[in-house]
């Protein structure tokens, strides 16, 4: 009934750019706060943007005036767009939503299977 997908990673040199997709679906009829994970190698899953159900936006240092992230509550779907991508950026990045269903379930921070972004120098 709930789908959570992110789509748009690759392999990319430093320097360019990337957008990542996050898309619900199913019975989903909105897409709330969002964040966007990442997890190096060997490392633990953290935070790169967020996006609040009101709008708000907050991120990660390293990735401020780089990344941004957006909601589009039509499309049902969040993105982060990444420009001058360091190789420092490599991971795997997740989509963390919360979810309204068309029956009025809530589903609180829900995760996608994640994307591969690979940034080479």
């Known amino acids: 009934q709930v789908q959570l997908v992110e789509s748009g990673g690759g392999l990319v040199q430093a320097g360019g750019s990337l957008r990542l997709s996050c898309e619900a679906s199913?019975?989903?009829?909105?897409?709330?706060?969002v964040g966007w994970y990442r997890q190096g190698p060997g490392t633990r899953r953290e935070l790169v943007a967020g996006?609040?159900?009101?709008?708000?936006?907050n991120y990660e240092d390293s990735v401020k005036g780089r990344f941004t992230i957006s909601r589009d509550n039509a499309k049902k779907s969040a993105y982060l767009q990444m420009n001058s991508l360091r190789p420092e950026d490599t991971g795997v990045y997740y989509c963390n939503a919360d979810l309204m269903a068309g029956d009025g379930h809530f589903y609180s921070d829900y995760w996608g299977h994640g994307t591969q972004v690979t940034v080479s120098s």
């Open positions: 996006i609040t159900s009101g709008g708000s936006t």
């Open positions: 199913g019975s989903i009829v909105s897409i709330n706060a």
